[in-house]
């Protein structure tokens, strides 16, 4: 096409060119001007790479001119791209020094080498051209499910044809063991467009929770509409999934919106989805509520739930244990995904069990250490005191409110805790000493003797040992399972303004020692002077 294209008459140019844009969807303009630089190109490669050659073609009547350029200068340096006052007015009359004078050439008959590099350059022209049309095309499709036939399949990577573009659907997220075949037709998220060095990227799904949504949508009127909301998705591909909907419409059960007419609507995604088995379940502002919901078929007893950790402990009947785990933790684990806590499950007896160990470990604790009959230790277990520190610092009054006690018992208590808790914290400070903490760590406010042994057992020993460290590593972030570093003092309910305040006051005497270098710098300077 291209060695035709730059031997052809004018009118065949310009049909040459007509024809590419529309083929391939892109401006005009953009073939004309790779057609210039292919016939620029081929005539340097004719005169001299080493001169400044032009073409340009018109786009109405295809007339092709070119011509090189020359800069007049008194005395020429480079002989192809500089020329003499005196030689350039020969060329045009009104030329003078510094100015630039065009030098028409005659038109240029390829050979079979040029012209294959002329068509070479007019193909990465346009391909060039098409690749930024296709990703102007497809950029604000992000998030958008299209259609389009398996081309080939590349390393398990399946590449799908969208007509005037390509996509492809990377191995992690196909649905596993669907069985595509080239020609194929398919539906597929569109996760991402990129530009990368070989070109644009569209990148395409089939097992984001997002392509779910969007066939839900396709479906059901409603979430179109926006009268029902999906508001969160788990998915297992493939195999099972969890979605959490809601209703803003009184008079619309969500769950049986999305469900359909026997089941009708529900069937149309799980039939694209490979037979994926999809729960539909009621959303609800109350995380105790959802999480019931989402363990659903299994019969949940009792749900504790944990802020701090972001964990939610949740107990069931002996009988529903397997249920609610599910097969392979699959029920558990999307539960959990769906819900965004991590769920620890418990059989009743288990729970009964633990709490039992609680109970006796907590009062042979309050026994041995206030020095209590087993009754009144078992008394102040049962009424929710888990740690010496919530007996001590009690409104006196609350604590002798208690059936069993009075205002003298409640004063003898309190006593004995605050007694016992500054022996704990003798032990530690002893502890501490042993484990090589310096002193002046321990002056640090917020500090308690036992934060100060834990930081000993790992390795923190000093102002220095201390200032080094990151909040995440003297706390810890987020949740346990996602990856992050628990953090030394994890465990002591301490904020990230309090961690980052001890963090600085342990780096505070390397400001002084600099204030002290400055100053120590500024005498000698002085003395210097006085000499």
């Not at 939610?312 to 785990?325: F, G, R, T, Y």
């Not at 470990?361 to 209590?372: A, G, I, V, W």
């Not at 003797?449 to 390795?459: R, S």
Request: hydrophobic share 40%; net charge negative; with cysteine.
């Amino acid at each position: 096409m291209a060695s035709s294209a730059v031997t052809a008459n004018r009118a065949e140019l310009l049909a040459i060119a007509d024809a590419v844009a529309r083929e391939k969807s892109i401006d005009r303009m953009i073939v004309i001007e790779a057609m210039e630089e292919a016939i620029q190109k081929g005539a340097r490669a004719k005169y001299g790479q080493e001169n400044d050659i032009r073409a340009k073609m018109d786009p109405n009547t295809g007339e092709v001119r070119l011509w090189r350029v020359l800069e007049v200068v008194e005395a020429p340096e480079e002989p192809f791209t500089q020329v003499t006052l005196e030689k350039a007015r020969k060329i045009d009359p009104e030329a003078a020094l510094g100015s630039l004078v065009i030098d028409p050439l005659p038109p240029i008959e390829f050979g079979r080498i040029a012209a294959q590099a002329a068509k070479q350059t007019i193909v990465q022209k346009v391909r060039d051209a098409e690749r930024e049309r296709q990703f102007e095309e497809f950029k604000d499709r992000i998030g958008e499910i299209t259609t389009g036939i398996v081309k080939r399949v590349e390393f398990g990577h399946i590449v799908v044809d969208l007509g005037r573009a390509e996509g492809v659907i990377r191995r992690d997220e196909q649905i596993p063991r669907e069985n595509l075949r080239v020609g194929d037709r398919v539906r597929c998220y569109i996760k991402d467009v990129r530009r990368e060095p070989r070109g644009p990227q569209i990148f395409l799904s089939r097992s984001a929770g997002e392509f779910m949504k969007k066939l839900f949508a396709q479906e059901v009127p409603e979430i179109y509409d926006g009268i029902i909301e999906i508001k969160s998705v788990a998915r297992d591909p493939g195999s099972r999934a969890k979605i959490g909907v809601i209703s803003y419409d009184g008079s619309i059960d969500p769950v049986g919106a999305c469900v359909g007419m026997k089941g009708s609507r529900v069937q149309a995604v799980v039939q694209e989805l490979q037979g994926e088995k999809i729960d539909i379940i009621p959303w609800s502002e109350d995380t105790a509520t959802f999480v019931v919901n989402a363990l659903q078929p299994a019969e949940v007893a009792k749900v504790v739930i944990d802020e701090d950790e972001n964990r939610i402990e949740v107990v069931v009947p002996d009988d529903q244990l397997s249920l609610a785990i599910g097969r392979r933790g699959q029920n558990v684990r999307l539960a959990s995904q769906i819900s965004g806590h991590q769920i620890d499950i418990l059989t009743e007896d288990e729970e009964s069990e633990r709490r039992q160990k609680e109970f006796t470990e907590r009062s042979e604790m309050f026994l041995e250490e206030l020095e209590l009959d087993e009754t009144l230790s078992q008394l102040l277990v049962a009424e929710g005191f888990a740690e010496l520190e919530e007996v001590a610092y009690i409104e006196r009054d609350e604590l002798a409110a208690i059936e069993g006690l009075d205002e003298e018992i409640a004063e003898e208590l309190q006593s004995r805790a605050h007694e016992a808790l500054e022996r704990r914290e003798a032990n530690y400070r002893e502890k501490r000493r042993e484990l090589g903490v310096s002193d002046d760590l321990a002056e640090i406010d917020g500090l308690t003797e036992k934060m100060l042994v834990t930081l000993g057992e790992n390795g923190i020993k000093t102002l220095d040992d201390l200032g080094d460290l990151a909040t995440d590593e003297l706390i810890g972030r987020g949740s346990r399972n996602a990856g992050i570093p628990e953090g030394f003092l994890r465990g002591y309910d301490l904020s990230e303004e309090d961690a980052n305040r001890m963090i600085m006051a342990a780096r505070a005497h390397w400001f002084d020692d600099e204030e002290e270098d400055t100053s120590s710098s500024e005498e000698v300077a002085h003395a210097d002077s006085d000499q």
